[in-house]
């Protein structure tokens, strides 16, 4: 009678092995489907700081223009100085790809820069002329560069892919 109950136990015993082990594998399963879902989110809500932040660099450069366009140059210069700042810390975003561009931010800093340097020379010298037109064509190429990079991403805020 003691064989029976070893040899029920041992079955028993088995029998819980392979349901703890399917139990495991399921656990194992729910925490990797976990673990993708987290990544997603995070990386749809970087995606969405992302837009956010870019968007608010192109109102800047619409702030910019009016600011030149009523000649205040000053203030334009701060504006100036704010975006460059905001461009420098938007290095490396995300494309659609998951890779990193630099959306043109290069040029875009250095047509900036010499936008900036126009401004401090005028303010010094106020006989300095200005041309809106001239002004407006680079931060409308900046702009348009910005908005170019919204319209390639703004569907991955969405939760659609390729």
């Known amino acids: 009678m003691n064989e029976w109950f070893g040899s029920i136990g041992t079955l028993l015993t088995l ?17 990797e ?24 660099c192109v109102n800047e450069v619409e702030e910019i223009k009016v600011l030149i366009r009523s000649m205040r140059y000053e203030a334009a210069l701060l504006r100036v100085t704010d975006l460059s700042g905001r461009l420098i810390q938007l290095k490396n975003i995300p494309n659609n790809n998951n890779t990193n561009e630099q959306f043109k931010n290069k040029e875009n800093l250095a047509q ?10 005028k303010l010094q ?5 200005i041309k809106p037109s001239s002004v407006n064509k680079i931060l409308s190429d900046i702009s348009d560069d910005l908005h170019a ?13 390729e």
């Open 33 to 56: 489907a976990a673990r993708v879902a987290a990544e997603i989110t995070t990386s749809n809500i970087q995606l969405n700081v992302t837009l956010s932040d870019v968007s608010s």
């Open 112 to 121: 900036l820069s010499i936008l900036r340097d126009l401004l401090e020379r």
């Open 125 to 129: 010298d106020r006989n300095l002329e």
């Open 15 to 31: 029998v819980g092995i392979i349901i703890a082990v399917f139990q495991i594998r399921k656990t194992t399963r729910a925490a």
């Open 149 to 161: 990079w919204i319209g390639s991403n703004k569907y991955l805020s969405s939760g659609e892919s």
